[in-house]
């Protein structure tokens, strides 16, 4: 079990001990969309640009979660996302018969 974590200030260089029975690992945030670059319109973070209805810049191709660029990138938004992606693939699909 962890008990404690040593905590760097990076500016002053001081190292102190804080007392903890838990720790939440947050390393950063990095979309993996590398294999889209020159397929799609990205961001300069790598994020996919979208419409409202989850329309990549390439047409059939859509983007929900958070490789989307968005404001808040949790649970809830990136489940809304699939269900609008979901359905504007329908709609792209059906205009496609
Ligand atoms: C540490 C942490 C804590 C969080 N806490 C909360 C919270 O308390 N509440 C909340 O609402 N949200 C929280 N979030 C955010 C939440 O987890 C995300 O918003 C949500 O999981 C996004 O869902 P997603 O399906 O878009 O992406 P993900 O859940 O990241 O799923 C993407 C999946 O795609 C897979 N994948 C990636 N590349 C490929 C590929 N090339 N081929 C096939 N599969 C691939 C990945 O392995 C992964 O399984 C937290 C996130 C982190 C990192």
Known sequence: MVQSVLVK???TGEISEMKTEGVFLFVGLS???QFLKGLIKLDEA???LTNE???TS???IFAAGDCRKKLLR???TAVGDGAIAAFAAEKFLE???
Do not use: F, H
Request: proline share 5%.
């Open 53 to 55: 209805s989850c329309e």
């Open 31 to 33: 979309p993996r969309t």
């Open 95 to 97: 205009g496609r018969e």
């Open 58 to 60: 390439m047409k059939g």
């Open 46 to 48: 790598g994020y996919i």
């Open 74 to 76: 949790q649970i809830a």
């Open 9 to 11: 200030n990076v500016k």
